[in-house]
């Protein structure tokens, strides 16, 4: 209903003009006529002419209240809505009519239907001014009104006698061009009238024009659909067709199981459970009908909408003649396309629900699937907390669904993507390592390392785990110098490892002992080996670096060197001197 405000302005002001009787109307005459107005005096009597009887209100005998009424007709591209009450005349006579009417050039039926919730409707008590000129209306300001108003209409919708709503959609599909009579002693006019909008749509230039609290039929250029006051039709004859609300009456062949499932999805789902099931085309005639119910039905009372059907299925509502169509096999196909238009918390359930058929486990293993489809790509709701519903997806799972979505990488380039997409699957679970060693078993470790050193913003505690498969990963004597190059050129990683590891040097320490272990294993215990990345490293190598080095090089020649550097560092901190015979000690302070 976003659009309201739009339609209501699109073609320029909303006038609106008032009647009840008087000596003298605007129009010069005695009588019931129009007393104020926002129009000028050419366009208030082309709308006199097309209003007529339309601004009389029907009295309610017995009534201590009398009922107002709404009108909305459209003539060629002006709509008009107005709202009569039967009052008495300046002379306390009763059978008079005060009627408030808005006219425009651009109103649609739940427009108006969402317009006789306004405010601004004049009443019996009204004040008018002297002069009988009355402001143009606010078109914004009526938009407004109109998507509250729709919206309270709505909500009020949900109440109507199913057979009193199933008996009217029925009447109409019998032939949709007819204009239709209703007596309705059960049933709201207003809330009738919105729900054939909401089902079968509007077509462009004929809108469900329709009046509530009508006295007869039998005038000319009346709205589509008119509601009788006194629940009894007049014995004069009437070309439009006569349907009373109240009794039996029965929908035509072609559409009378597709009436009924429509009218309790509407019941229970509102606009939005039958905005896919409306006519694509303006129904014309029986034919339309019958070929827009085949289409909409998977089999009768049955309607196409797999989506529905599924969310049913897992909640336990389906009926019995749904479930034989579910289970059947024959609709398949739109089941699994249906999958993805599920809810995450629908799927959820249908992840976790019991199968008992293979129709139920299908649905189960694919709910589990698009799940996994959905955490891969960050289109899961931030609501949706897997890791409180015991679902587990696999290596075999993630593998698929990444290939699936082309997240796998080729070498390092899209190996950013890949790897934020293997960190949704909660915080990096079993089967989340097992994929990511997967993503990563045929990219080189000297790749990695420098793409890690490179990267920004992965997550610390996914670029964990990729040290974590490098450690755990067999490494050729070629493939291990090549990462030890990197390592040693780009000064030990230690950007990578200091975004990883920002304040605390426990950790920074952790990260070095993995790439140390990576770039050399067991040749960290050898003293040439250790000399050279010493070497290499520079006069200032992290503190938590050396310590990954000294807890890599054993007990022998490779750790004293280690220590020397440690202490090195130490004294060079502190601006002292070292001991004599040290790197430090040798040193021009």
Not at 104 to 130: F, I, V
Not at 232 to 256: E, H, I, K
Not at 470 to 485: P, Q
Request: aromatic letters at 6%.
């Amino acid at each position: 209903m976003a659009g309201m405000t739009e339609q209501l302005t699109r073609h320029g002001t909303i006038d609106q003009i008032v009647y009840r009787w008087s000596p003298r109307s605007l129009t010069g005459k005695r009588g019931v006529g129009p007393v104020a107005t926002s129009l000028d005096a050419e366009a208030l009597r082309v709308w006199d002419g097309r209003l007529g009887k339309l601004v009389w209100a029907t009295g309610d005998d017995g009534e201590t209240e009398p009922q107002h009424g709404f009108v909305f007709f459209a003539a060629g591209e002006q709509y008009a809505l107005l709202r009569k009450i039967p009052v008495a005349d300046d002379e306390g006579r009763a059978g008079s009519t005060l009627a408030h009417v808005l006219t425009c050039r651009a109103l649609t039926t739940p427009e108006a239907l969402g317009l006789t919730y306004w405010e601004g409707w004049a009443g019996d008590a009204a004040e008018l001014p002297e002069d009988g000129v009355l402001p143009v209306l606010d078109g914004p300001e009526l938009g407004r009104w109109a998507e509250y108003g729709l919206y309270q209409l709505r909500e009020r919708v949900a109440q109507l006698p199913p057979e009193a709503l199933t008996c009217l959609l029925g009447a109409v599909l019998e032939n949709p061009v007819d204009d239709l009579t209703v007596t309705a002693a059960a049933a709201p006019p207003l809330e009738l009238v919105c729900a054939l909008a909401d089902i079968l749509g509007e077509e462009p230039g004929r809108p469900w024009t329709f009046a509530t609290h009508e006295a007869a039929d039998t005038a000319a250029g009346l709205p589509r659909v008119v509601f009788l006051a006194h629940n009894q039709f007049s014995t004069r004859g009437s070309a439009r067709r006569r349907v009373r609300l109240d009794t039996a009456a029965a929908a035509p062949a072609a559409a009378s199981p597709v009436v009924a499932a429509i009218v309790a999805r509407y019941l229970r789902s509102g606009v939005d459970g039958v905005a896919r099931l409306r006519p694509p085309e303006p129904l014309s005639g029986p034919k339309s009908v019958a070929v827009w119910a085949k289409s909409v039905q998977y089999a009768p009372g049955v309607l196409a909408d797999a989506a529905d059907l599924l969310r049913r299925m897992i909640d336990g509502g389906l009926s019995d003649t749904e479930q034989q169509v579910v289970v059947s096999g024959r609709i398949d196909e739109h089941l699994v396309a249906a999958v993805g238009r599920l809810p995450d918390s629908t799927l959820v359930r249908a992840a976790r629900a019991q199968a008992g058929t293979k129709t139920a486990e299908d649905l189960a293993r694919r709910a589990v699937r698009e799940l996994a489809v959905r955490v891969a790509t960050g289109r899961l709701a931030p609501e949706t907390r897997l890791d409180e519903t015991g679902l587990v997806f696999d290596e075999p799972l993630i593998v698929s669904v990444l290939g699936q979505e082309g997240l796998l990488p080729t070498g390092t380039a899209g190996l950013t993507g890949f790897l934020r997409a293997v960190g949704r699957f909660g915080g990096l679970s079993h089967g989340g390592r097992l994929a990511l060693a997967h993503g990563v078993e045929e990219i080189p470790a000297a790749n990695l390392l420098h793409w890690l050193d490179r990267t920004d913003d992965i997550e610390p505690e996914v670029a964990t785990h990729v040290l974590a498969v490098l450690t755990e990963r067999k490494e050729s004597s070629r493939d291990r110098r090549d990462a030890l190059d990197v390592f040693l050129n780009r000064h030990g990683l230690v950007q990578a490892v200091t975004r990883l590891a920002p304040v605390d040097q426990e950790p920074a320490v952790r990260h070095f002992a993995a790439l140390v272990e990576i770039v050399l294993g067991k040749s960290a215990t050898r003293a040439r080996t250790m000399a050279e990345v010493l070497e290499r490293l520079g006069p200032d190598p992290a503190p938590a670096l050396l310590r990954a080095l000294w807890l890599a090089a054993g007990r022998g020649r490779a750790r004293r060197l280690a220590e020397q550097r440690i202490a090195a560092l130490y004294f060079q901190s502190n601006d002292v001197a070292g001991p004599r015979g040290s790197a430090a000690g040798r040193r021009t302070w």
